[in-house]
């Protein structure tokens, strides 16, 4: 990972205007022609495709990335990540115990992958979610869905919810696990990137407790997880591989190495084996055929936005991750920084809310894009404020 110019950041960083800050590019040449990594041939039968770089935003390879889809099991990343929103808000324990409706035990009993809870069973949150993640469990799914929130339409909601929230525009949640339900549950796999960054920066130690593990024990039964990468593709640490005969074969991946996080999406593969060894390929050149050069290190202020009505005029503006540019190995292209957001920012603003994002364009390629978050509280303003604001805009 090479290191970006200071004067760079530095302009970067003073710049303060409402729509967007440009920094000077970086020095260096345009890539020359025909130098972007080629994706890896495993990829060629796979209709659907997507590997992303989480600290540049940027697509590395992409296969109709936008055309919706049927998720089958990894609908279940979707539930561990409502679960996840419930435990780090102090609503769910982990150590609460749930029991099983003698319906739901009828229905799901052997059905598919499975936990084969009885009603006779007491398994914690704890237990659900390593038997969703990591043994994929459908009536594990289930049992968490009634078991918190009532019933599995109300659980849906949550999961619905939670995908407006992150931003899925194009994909709906109609069952907690992913069980053939006449495509009525979808998603995309841009859709996935996005709810895999925020599994990974918004609950890292909740995903690394439940995701990224070959084996669970459960009753003294070992119960594996199908991730063709974990284990195989240093740095892999899950997330979640799916099937249905409808669906075909799919796969939500990730894997870090020295801070650098690729997200991938496979998805309607045709066999195991060619989703499994495109799901290597595809990740092994992320990393091999791509270069990084470091730009903030996470939770480095990158601006300052103008703030109205606040007891502060600005507010810095902040990543929580590393972030860097992606450029193709051997090539030293032009970079451009980009901070966008709409202001001067009303107060009042809490501390780590998302209000902005730094645009990365590497010359020759198609710009990412990170999230950028207020790095401090700022309140409305007081009297004094209200002054000092408006005799500072008059001289403006």
């Known amino acids: ?5 200071n004067a760079l950041k530095m302009a970067l960083a003073l710049a303060l205007g409402a729509t967007a800050a440009a920094a000077a590019p970086a020095p260096g040449a345009r890539p020359a022609s025909g130098s972007v990594p080629v994706p890896p041939a495993q990829l060629a039968s796979i209709p659907v495709s ?41 609503r769910l324990s ?17 059905k598919g992958t499975n936990m084969y809870l009885t009603t006779k069973d007491r398994p914690t949150a704890r237990d659900l979610l390593h038997g969703i993640m990591t043994a994929s469990a459908n009536d594990a799914a289930v049992v968490l869905a009634e078991g918190y929130a ?33 495509g009525h549950t ?39 997880s199908h991730d063709p990468t974990v284990g195989v593709v240093p740095g892999a640490d899950g997330i ?10 799919n796969f939500l991946g990730t894997a870090e190495r020295g801070g650098r996080r690729l997200v991938m999406v496979l998805a ?23 270069d ?31 972030v860097h540019a992606t450029i193709p190995r051997g090539t030293d292209p032009k970079v451009t920084l980009t901070v966008r957001y709409r202001g001067p920012i009303a107060a009042p603003i809490r501390k780590g809310e998302q209000v902005g994002e730094l645009e990365i364009r590497v010359d020759g390629l198609a710009p990412g894009r990170v999230p950028l978050y207020a790095g401090r509280d700022v309140g409305p303003a007081g009297p004094l404020d209200r002054l000092v604001n408006g005799f500072l805009g008059f001289f403006a």
């Not at 990972?1 to 110019?5: E, H, I, L, N, V």
């Not at 060619?274 to 390929?281: F, L, T």
């Open 240 to 249: 979640k591989t799916g099937y249905t005969r409808e669906a075909g074969y």
């Open 292 to 322: 990084t050069q470091h730009l903030f290190d996470q939770g480095q202020t990158v601006a300052q936005a103008r703030v109205q009505g606040g007891d502060a005029r600005h507010l810095p503006l902040v990543a929580n991750r590393e």
């Open 50 to 90: 997507i590997l992303v770089d989480l600290g540049s935003g940027q697509v590395l390879e992409q296969r109709h990335p936008d055309t919706p889809f049927l998720p089958a099991s990894v609908t279940k990343v979707m539930t561990a990540y409502v679960a996840f929103e419930e435990i780090g808000a102090g």
């Open 186 to 224: 979808y998603v995309t796999a841009s859709d996935l990137v996005k709810l895999a960054d925020a599994m990974t920066t918004r609950y890292p130690d909740l995903y690394r407790e439940f995701s990224g593990h070959k084996r669970w024990m459960w009753r003294d039964v070992a119960m594996r």
């Open 94 to 110: 982990l150590d609460r115990t749930f029991s099983e409706r003698p319906e739901t035990e009828r229905e799901w009993f052997a």
């Open 150 to 182: 009532g019933s599995v339409e109300g659980w849906t909601a949550k999961m619905n919810d939670a995908a407006r929230r992150l931003g899925m525009s194009r994909s709906h949640y109609n069952t907690p696990n992913g069980w053939m339900d006449e």
């Open 1 to 5: 990972m090479r290191s970006f110019p």
């Open 268 to 290: 309607g593969s045709p066999l195991p084996k060619v989703r499994d060894e495109a799901a290597r390929a595809l990740l092994e050149w992320g990393f091999s055929a791509w």
